[in-house]
């Protein structure tokens, strides 16, 4: 980019010189020369300054003789370096000889500085410098300032492999005004609590541990005037809902569907406007029985909100006995454990693998249940199997996540929506309130 800009200087400066011909009277106002406005022929040749804090190269990086003089037309320029590698030149990097002139007549070397880190949804930062005074990480940062990077809640770990069991990482900025590689944490699915110790399988004592059921989400529609609750749906990815096809249906109007995380309440009033997402994009085809939703901001996690680890194709599971979060008979959050059996069924010529899973008690399920998560618990995390996509009386129906048609869709589309995000919104994983 520097280059260019030098080449653009000369290629002006050329295209003077051309209009103006060898005309010896000619005038013309020059914008690149702040001191001469009057053209003279022939013009003054440069010879190369000699700098204690830089030094200059032709464009090709070669050494040039400071004893020559060299053309002054406005076609000759020049690279500027500074002697030290921890600094950059200032005001640029090139210089132009007009006329017996340099343009820009002057250059600092500076010290070279890292770039600004701003917290993102997963990773948070602090920064001190060499005297050990915090500083503010979203600004340049000088050689020596610590950066201290920290993932945002217990549901997050580094990314790194080799920082499994490690909650703090700390990374400095150099002479050469890059960081040294900075770590990141990503989510992690399923976690059941912070400790993942004391755990039994598909026993009560499973579900004391659940935090708040964090895998939930409850998407209202705005009806008659109001906002009612349409169905639940189970939090698969950062910025992704699954829930059941039927829950949507064939159309969406812009600002007219919402999902709402964390503690379950049946009235959309009784959430706090910070747990309730707008829904900005859907997935879904009629050939299959269930429906994504991408949320306008990335989900943000905490105890009560979280990812559930998905039942993937390659990953065997026998589902005999399952959860799902629904509604108490008071109104509250309540989960209800399942007795399923496989069967088969097509949809528009694809057949599925259905979950016909009779509840344990006498729990009655509405239709505002449908699109609720079927959950198992495997090695202390939640991995979701199924879908509610229908009812056969009283008795709730699930896809199969882990069947493979339904596993590689999901998939896929998962993959569709990280790229849509990406294209459409790239600053999608700064921290709320961390960038303006």
């Not at 030149?89 to 770039?115: E, L, M």
């Not at 406007?273 to 997935?283: F, I, R």
């Not at 399923?340 to 010529?349: A, F, L």
């Not at 979701?384 to 596993?407: A, C, N, S």
Request: glycine share 8%; charged share 20%; with cysteine.
């Amino acid at each position: 980019m520097i280059l260019d800009a030098c080449y653009f200087t000369v290629i002006n400066i050329v295209l003077l010189s051309s209009f103006l011909g060898d005309a010896a009277d000619s005038e013309v106002i020059i914008s690149t020369s702040p001191s001469k406005n009057q053209m003279s022929i022939p013009r003054k040749a440069c010879e190369i300054p000699v700098s204690s804090d830089y030094y200059y190269l032709s464009l090709e990086g070669n050494t040039l003789d400071t004893k020559r003089c060299y053309d002054g037309s406005g076609k000759f320029a020049v690279r500027v370096v500074c002697f030290e590698d921890s600094k950059m030149i200032r005001p640029d990097n090139f210089a132009v000889c007009f006329d017996g002139q340099w343009y820009p007549s002057k250059h600092t070397c500076v010290q070279k500085t890292c770039a600004p880190v701003y917290d993102i949804y997963s990773s948070l930062h602090t920064c001190t410098n060499r005297k050990g005074v915090e500083v503010n990480c979203r600004l340049p940062a000088e050689p020596g300032t610590k950066i201290t990077i920290r993932c945002a809640h217990w549901r997050y770990k580094f990314s790194n492999n080799n920082y499994n069991n490690i909650t703090v990482v700390e990374r400095f900025c150099q002479k050469s005004g890059k960081w040294q590689p900075l770590e990141v944490c990503a989510s992690v699915c399923g976690l059941i609590s912070n400790n993942d110790t004391s755990f039994e399988e598909n026993g009560d004592s499973s579900l004391k541990q659940v935090n708040k059921y964090f895998w939930n989400a409850v998407i209202f529609g705005y009806r008659d005037g109001g906002w009612k609750q349409l169905c639940f749906g189970t939090v698969i990815t950062d910025f992704l809902v699954l829930t059941a096809y039927d829950c949507i249906g064939e159309s969406i109007e812009n600002g007219t569907v919402k999902v709402a995380f964390g503690k379950y309440f049946k009235n959309y009033s009784d959430y706090d406007q910070d747990q309730v997402y707008n829904v900005l994009n859907v997935g879904r085809t009629p050939l299959f029985p269930i429906i994504m939703l991408a949320v306008a901001e990335y989900i943000e996690h905490s105890n009560e909100v979280g990812i559930v680890c998905l039942h993937k194709p390659d990953y065997i599971i026998d589902v005999e006995v399952g959860h799902i979060v629904t509604r108490g008979k008071d109104g509250s959050q309540s989960v209800v454990t399942l007795q399923c059996k496989p069967s088969k069924r097509e949809i528009e010529e694809n057949t599925f693998i259905f979950l016909r899973c009779p509840p344990t008690n006498n729990h009655t399920f509405g239709p505002d249940e449908l699109g609720g998560g079927l959950v198992v618990f495997r090695e202390s995390r939640a991995i979701l199997t199924g879908v509610l996509v229908q009812f056969d009386g009283r008795i709730p129906i699930f896809v199969k996540i882990g069947e493979p048609q339904i596993g590689y869709y999901i998939l896929r589309h998962i993959k569709k929506f990280e790229e849509w995000r990406k294209k459409n919104d790239k600053y999608w994983f700064i921290r709320r309130g961390d960038y303006n």
